[in-house]
C-alpha cells in the first residue's frame, strides 16, 4: 500500500483518520502513536475496493546528553489491529536502529540506550513496521519517521580567528574602531538562547570598549599618546543565553599597538668637536631627538650661518637620523684653528593636525676646533714643467724644485727622486738644494717626456714626505739623417718610353723641427751622369724617378742599382744615401708586369720555375737512394764458411704453449746443451780465434761433472755458463757470436734434479722415477709414464 506521511504540528489536534496519534503538549514527552491495520481476511474486490491507509505521527523528540542509568524513553507504536494477543510484532530499523534505539516488539515502546549529541548528529531516520508474528507478513507497508535530538547549552562561544592584533593612530578621537572580533557556539541557533552570544571588555579599560552585539573594538579616551605608552592588551569575553545567568562564556586577547604620528618636534643638542681629518671625511654626527618613529621622525638637517662658508657641508644617514658634517677643503692649523656652525633639523614629514603642538624643527650651534698636526712638505709648485736638449751633457742643471714645512716648527728639507718613475736614472736631484740635472745622455727619438716624481722629506721626522711632479721635456737637436719612407720595389716594362715616371719616393726623419720637414733629392754621384735614369725633386719632399732613354731589355740588364742623396733642412743640415732598386720586367698589353729579373734560358711552355726546381729535388733524392743502397750491399760481410745445408740451429724455435712434450725438439737435438752428462767432443775452430776473455780453465767433460757436485750454487752456475761458452768458441760448427744461446740449466737443488721431457731421450739416462707415485695425484700421470716402464723408451 502506498502510504503517506502527514506531519502536522505539536500544537494541534491530530486529524481524524483511521489512524489515531495521542500527542503531548510537552517536547520532552515522547507520543503514543497508534497505527491501525485492516483486516488480513478480505475478499479480491473488497482489496481492489480498499481505501489507503495513511501513517499520522509527529516527530519524536529526545534530550541530548542524557546522563541516566536508564534508557531514555523516546515514543511508543500502536496499531489498532494490535488486540494485546501478541500476533502483532513492531519492527524497527534505520539510522541507529538496535545500536541507539530499541523497540519492545509486544509493547511498540522506542529507548535511546546511548548518550546522544546533537552536535554530531541532529536527528535520525528510523523505519517502522508491523508484521505477523507466526508469518512475518507485514501487515502495513514500512515508512520512515524522525526521532529529532534536542538541544541543550553544552557548548561555550570560541573564536575561532583568536588572538587578534591590531593597530589604530596616537591621538585617535573617541569612537574610533580597532577591530572587530566574532565568537561561534556550536549550539542551535534555532532553539532557545543556547547559541546567542553577546560581547564585554573584562581587561583594558577605561582605554577601550566594545558593541555587545557586534563585537567592535573601539577607543574610549581620545588623544593617546605613543610616546607614553604604545601597546594595550584587551581581554574580549563572550557570552551565550544573551549574556544570562548560567550562560557558558569564551574569551579571547586582542592586542592594539599605537602606530606613530608626527606629533613631536625635535630637539638639538650642541656638540662641541676636537678632529683633524682629510676632506671629504667626516667631522661630526649629531642626532635630533625625536620621540617619533618610522617616517614621522626622519629629519632634514643644513648649515644655516657660520665662519666657513664652503667648508663643511651637513646629509642625513638615512638609517640612523643622524646629520653628519663632512669636510669640504682642507683645514689649516695655521690660518684658522676655530669655526662655529649653526645647524637646524627639521621633520622632514609634517601632519597638518598637529601644527598647533609647536614647530617641528630645532638649532643648535656646532664649534669645531682645528688641531695642529705634523704636516708633510708642501711643494711651492707641485707640478713643475722643465726643458732640457737632447745634447746636454751628463750633469746639466735641469731646474730647481723647493718645498717648505707648514708647520710652525719649520724643519729642513731633503729631496729625493721616486725612482719608480725615472727607472733608467737619466736624473739627479740634490738632496738639500732640489736643483735637478742630467744623469745620462738624453735621447728625444727614444723619449720626449720624462715625469719624474721629487719627494721632499722632513729631517727631523723622515716618515712626513711630500711629493711634487717635474715635467721635463727633452728639446729636440738634428741628429737624424732623412731615410727612404718605404723599402721601395720599383719595377719597370721592357716597353718603357723615354721620360716615363716609374716611381715616386718620399722620406721620413727622426727629428721634428720647429717649422717642418723640408727634404732635398738628387742622384748620388756617380749616378748623376748615367744615362738610364734621372730624378725630378717635386718641392713637396717626394720624388720622382723618370726613364731617360726607352728599350729596356731584361736579357741584356734585369736590375739597376739607383742611389738616391736625401738632404734635411736642419742645422747643420744631415744628408744620406739611400739605394733604390729597380727591376725590368716583362709586362702585357696593360702594363702589368709578369715576369721580372734575369732570363738564364727559355723555359719550355707551360713549364714554370717552381715546377722545374720540384723536378730536380726528385732526380736528386733518387740519386742519394741508390747511392745508399749499393754502399750497404758492398758493406754486408759473406758467412764465413758456406755449407750446403743450413745450421738448423740458427733456427729461432718458440715455445708459446706448455703441451707439446718431445713433438718440440723434432727441429734439432736439444739434449747436448740441457744435460750436463753429455758434452761433445772440442773440436777446434779454424777460421777465428776466441777473443773472449777466461778466468778459469777449460776443464774435462767429468771434471766439469764432478766440479758440478762440489761448488757453490752462484760457482755452479758461472762454470756451467764458461763451459758453454767454451763449446761455442771452439765447434767450427757453431752459429757467430751474435747468434742466440740457450742455457736451460735447472741447478741441483731439486731433489727430483730435472724433469724435463727432453731429457728423457738421452740414451744414458739411468734416472729412476718410481718415487713420482708418493707425490700425491698431481704427479699421477708421469708416475705412470716412467714410473712402470724400466729399460723402455717412454714413446715405445
Known amino acids: 500500500l502506498s502510504l503517506s506521511l ?42 481492489l475496493q480498499r481505501q489507503k491507509r495513511n501513517w499520522v505521527w509527529n516527530q519524536f523528540f529526545v534530550l541530548e546528553e542524557y546522563t541516566g542509568t536508564d534508557p531514555l524513553y523516546v515514543g511508543k507504536l500502536h496499531s489498532d489491529v494490535d488486540k494485546g494477543d501478541g500476533n502483532v510484532k513492531y519492527v524497527l530499523t534505520g539510522e541507529g536502529a538496535s545500536s541507539i534505539f530499541t523497540i519492545d516488539e509486544n509493547t511498540g515502546d522506542i529507548h535511546a540506550t546511548k548518550r546522544l549529541d546533537r552536535e554530531e548528529q541532529g536527528y535520525y531516520t528510523l523505519r517502522a513496521q508491523a508484521v505477523d508474528r507466526e508469518t512475518n507478513i507485514p501487515v502495513e507497508d514500512e515508512s520512515e519517521f524522525i526521532v529529532k535530538v534536542q538541544d541543550i547549552n553544552d557548548n561555550e562561544p570560541k573564536f575561532p580567528d583568536g588572538p587578534y592584533t591590531a593597530g589604530v593612530p596616537e591621538m585617535s578621537p573617541l569612537g574610533t574602531t580597532v577591530v572587530q572580533v566574532a565568537a561561534t557556539d556550536a549550539d542551535d541557533p534555532t532553539y532557545g538562547h543556547s547559541a546567542r552570544v553577546v560581547y564585554s571588555i573584562i581587561h583594558g579599560q577605561p582605554y577601550f570598549s566594545v558593541e555587545p552585539k557586534t563585537g567592535i573594538v573601539r577607543t574610549a579616551l581620545p588623544n593617546m599618546d605613543r610616546e607614553t605608552r604604545d601597546e594595550y592588551v584587551l581581554v574580549i569575553q563572550a557570552k ?45 654626527r649629531l642626532k635630533a631627538a625625536d620621540p617619533d618613529i618610522g617616517s614621522n621622525a626622519e629629519m632634514d638637517y643644513r648649515i644655516v650661518d657660520g665662519d666657513g662658508p664652503g667648508l663643511f657641508n651637513i646629509t642625513t644617514d638615512e638609517e640612523t637620523q643622524e646629520g653628519v658634517i663632512i669636510l669640504q677643503r682642507p683645514l689649516d692649523y695655521e690660518t684658522k684653528s676655530t669655526f662655529s656652525l649653526r645647524i637646524e633639523a627639521t621633520n622632514r614629514n609634517i601632519d597638518p593636525q598637529f601644527l598647533t603642538f609647536g614647530p617641528f624643527s630645532d638649532m643648535t650651534v656646532i664649534k669645531v676646533n682645528v688641531e695642529d698636526v705634523n704636516e708633510p712638505p708642501v711643494f711651492t709648485n707641485p707640478v713643475i714643467k722643465m726643458t732640457v736638449s737632447e745634447a746636454a751633457r751628463v750633469g746639466t742643471t735641469i731646474g730647481t724644485v723647493s718645498a717648505h714645512d707648514p708647520d710652525s716648527a719649520s724643519s729642513a728639507i731633503r729631496y729625493s727622486i721616486d725612482r719608480n718613475t725615472d727607472l733608467e736614472r737619466y736624473f739627479n736631484v740634490d738632496a738639500m738644494s732640489g736643483v735637478i740635472s742630467t744623469a745620462k745622455p738624453l ?70 723641427p720647429p717649422s717642418g720637414h723640408r727634404f732635398y733629392f738628387s742622384l748620388a754621384l756617380p749616378a748623376g751622369s748615367n744615362h738610364n735614369f734621372t730624378l725630378r725633386d717635386n718641392k713637396d719632399n717626394t720624388a720622382s724617378v723618370l726613364t731617360k732613354r726607352g728599350g729596356f731589355r731584361r736579357r741584356e740588364q734585369a736590375l739597376y742599382q739607383l742611389p738616391v742623396l736625401i738632404v734635411d733642412s736642419g742645422s747643420p743640415a744631415l744628408s744620406s744615401t739611400n739605394t733604390l732598386s729597380v727591376r725590368v720586367c716583362d709586362c702585357d698589353g696593360d702594363g702589368v708586369p709578369q715576369a721580372c729579373g734575369a732570363v738564364a734560358y727559355t723555359l719550355p711552355a707551360g713549364l714554370s720555375t717552381g715546377a722545374l726546381l720540384a723536378i730536380l729535388g726528385c732526380i736528386f733524392t733518387l740519386l742519394v737512394l741508390v747511392l745508399l743502397i749499393v754502399t750497404m750491399r758492398r758493406r754486408r760481410k759473406e758467412p764465413l764458411i758456406l755449407d750446403d745445408e743450413r745450421d738448423v740451429r740458427e733456427n729461432i724455435v718458440r715455445y708459446d704453449d706448455e703441451g707439446g712434450g718431445e713433438e718440440d725438439t723434432e727441429a734439432f737435438d736439444m739434449v747436448t746443451l740441457r744435460n750436463l752428462n753429455i758434452m761433445r767432443d772440442p773440436k777446434v775452430r779454424r777460421d777465428v780465434t776466441p777473443e773472449t776473455p777466461t778466468f778459469f780453465s777449460y ?34 760448427t757453431a752459429p757467430p757470436y751474435d747468434s742466440l744461446q740457450t742455457y736451460a740449466f735447472e741447478g741441483t737443488g731439486s731433489v727430483a734434479e730435472s724433469l724435463s721431457s727432453l731429457e728423457s731421450l738421452s740414451s744414458d739416462s739411468e734416472q729412476s722415477y718410481d718415487y713420482l707415485s708418493n707425490w700425491g695425484p698431481r704427479f699421477k700421470k708421469l708416475a705412470d709414464l716412467y714410473g712402470t716402464m724400466e729399460g723402455s723408451g717412454v714413446f715405445s
Open 443 to 512: 735621447d728625444r727619438e727614444v723619449n720626449s717626456v720624462h715625469n719624474i716624481t721629487i719627494f721632499a722629506m722632513e729631517s727631523q721626522d723622515p716618515s712626513q714626505v711630500g711629493r711634487g711632479i717635474a715635467v721635463i721635456t727633452v728639446m729636440d737637436i738634428n741628429d737624424n739623417a732623412p731615410v727612404f719612407a718605404i723599402e721601395y720595389e720599383t719595377r719597370m716594362c721592357e716597353n718603357a718610353s723615354p721620360g716615363q715616371v716609374i716611381q715616386t719616393i718620399s722620406a721620413v726623419d727622426k727629428d721634428e
Open 699 to 732: 776443464p774435462s767433460s767429468s771434471a766439469s761433472r764432478a766440479a758440478y757436485k762440489v761448488l757453490p750454487d752462484n760457482m755452479l752456475f758461472r762454470e756451467f755458463i764458461w763451459d758453454r761458452l767454451k763449446e761455442a768458441d771452439v765447434d767450427p
Open 6 to 47: 502527514l506531519i502536522p504540528s505539536p500544537s494541534l489536534s491530530p486529524p481524524l483518520s483511521p489512524l489515531s496519534l495521542s500527542s503531548l503538549p510537552s517536547p520532552s514527552i515522547s507520543p503514543t502513536l497508534s497505527l491501525p491495520f485492516p483486516s488480513l481476511s478480505l475478499s479480491p474486490w473488497e482489496s
Open 240 to 284: 551565550d543565553m544573551m549574556g544570562q545567568l548560567g550562560g557558558l562564556s569564551g574569551t579571547t586577547s586582542v592586542t592594539v599597538t599605537l602606530t606613530d604620528v608626527n606629533d613631536n618636534p625635535p630637539q638639538l643638542y650642541q656638540y662641541s668637536v676636537l678632529e683633524s681629518v682629510p676632506v671629504a671625511s667626516v667631522v661630526a
